[in-house]
């Protein structure tokens, strides 16, 4: 069984710090681009960042570009998401998924539907982050 589970989330002040962690089980990780993706507390869905199988490609949201990383190591099937200068918009809960490809797709392709390139996500960890 697919499993992925997040941990690393927390309460931080604006200008802060944290690293999130996702371990995943259940299928060969180092055959799958993963990302992290988050949803606010207005309940907006948003793509955070995406990495390749190979962990030698990624991208980011314009929101998070330059404060944001991440990386991956497939031999200890773990995903990280280092989150430098946290701002109160970062205020979310944020998910790692499992995509559906080995690459990075472009997700303009897919446009309202860009959830359709994820078959497995965990069920987050809560990051708050105060002004």
């Known amino acids: 069984e697919v499993q992925l589970m997040e941990s690393g989330g927390g309460l931080v002040q604006s200008g802060g710090s944290l690293r999130l962690s996702c371990a995943a089980s259940g299928f060969t990780f180092s055959n799958y681009a993963v990302s992290w993706i988050r949803q606010t507390p207005g309940k907006v869905t948003e793509w955070v960042s995406i990495?390749?199988?190979?962990?030698?490609?990624?991208v980011y949201a314009d929101s998070v570009k330059g404060r944001f990383t991440i990386s991956r190591d497939n031999a200890k099937n773990t995903l990280w998401l280092q989150m430098n200068d946290l701002k109160p918009e970062d205020t979310a809960v944020y998910h790692c998924?499992?995509?559906?490809?080995?690459?990075?797709?472009?997700?303009?392709?897919?446009?309202?539907?860009?959830?359709?390139?994820?078959?497995?996500w965990g069920p987050g960890t809560q990051v708050t982050v105060s002004s």
């Open positions: 990495i390749n199988s190979g962990g030698d490609y990624a």
């Open positions: 998924g499992k995509l559906i490809f080995d690459y990075i797709p472009s997700l303009g392709v897919y446009g309202s539907n860009w959830l359709s390139v994820y078959d497995r």
